[in-house]
């Protein structure tokens, strides 16, 4: 790996050297299906929780928490996301599945589909770079949530399919570490760096997935719609 | 350049490959300087502008462009920012200027000082990876403008002084393409993808640069304190 290390400390000169990575423009194996609509994809970190609680279950929402998932709620709609939205996805966890029926209860629209999934479920992406001493998993972790994590990405961050008409709205309520992946990878950034990305609690980031494959970020962890005094990481 | 084009494949199972691109945590030449302190760095984006303009002079900021920047400033002054920014800076451009001016008066807080920085104007940083057909300027303005724009890098991102005593927070208004180099650069992302970035006038970008040399990024693009139908890009 000796090359890519001068590659790396080469960016100090960045105007002048190669690109360090091209695009594939083939990331999803679907550059040949002639997608026509762009998909929009809002990812949702849930609302502030229970820390103290052992296990899923007792690591509800607080009263904050849930203001979060509300004012969340309120801020889609007001983007016009209601209408548009066309499948609405929620980890399985106990946080996730109370911020995503505060936020899906808002949009008051009742006939956008939801589905649960266990792909999307909190976990340990990849070992993070640089490391931290602080979050330091075992490396079981890792193998197991790395491969189901990146499961998920492949299923739920695409191009449109080809019968796709129209553009299209998809929330996914889950989690910090997975919504970070989420966005390396989707960027194709090096997946390892997640860990400098942060998201805040009830945060809204949002990728637009174009026809031609490309993807932009059009927010990383957007709080805004939040009072300053409802913040928290 | 052949075994990078295979590591960036690669990332399709990112779950078990070797980290592509390791930390420098002497990236801004400072690691031995012994910092005490955290630097956060917000970096806004200016308001609307009148895009029919020739010049400059006549790329003044829209009425929505004005409200953009107001709102923008009491959304710093809610976070409790005006109390902690240490240093103001803005782009010579007409439109951060008339920007920042109409932040600096919401921040309420005279003491705080202001620099006019003719290093952050717009530009055009480095060549884009994937590049795009609707904006392509010639070599040269990449490698006047990339060495300039690498220079403020330099300038305004590292973290901090060692007699810097307490946190502090820099409030930088300039322009999209410099901040999203700019946060590439932090992150240690490629900075040739900068344009898969996109940034809503008046959006707050906040980097945070520990004492260690770490960078995380707390936001990108936020604008929820914009009401949605005061949303451009």
Known sequence: YRWFLIRCLDTASAASVEPSCKWDSDWDKRANDKAKATRNIILIRHGQYNLAGSGDKERYLTELGKEQAIRTG???????????????????MTRAQQTGDLIYKQLENDEIPVEDSDLIREGAPVEPEPPIQSWNPDPKTFFLDGARIETAFRHFIHRA??????????????HGNVIRYFVCRALQLPPEAWLRLSLRHGSIT??????????????????GHLPADKLTF
């Open 74 to 92: 309120i801020r889609l709609k007001e983007l016009g996301l209601a209408k548009l939205t066309t499948h609405f996805v929620k980890s399985t």
């Open 206 to 223: 949002w990728l637009s997935v174009r026809p031609n494959g490309r993807v932009s970020i059009k927010c990383l962890g957007d709080s």
């Open 161 to 174: 399919n080809p019968e796709q008409e129209f553009d299209s709205t998809e929330v996914i309520v889950c």
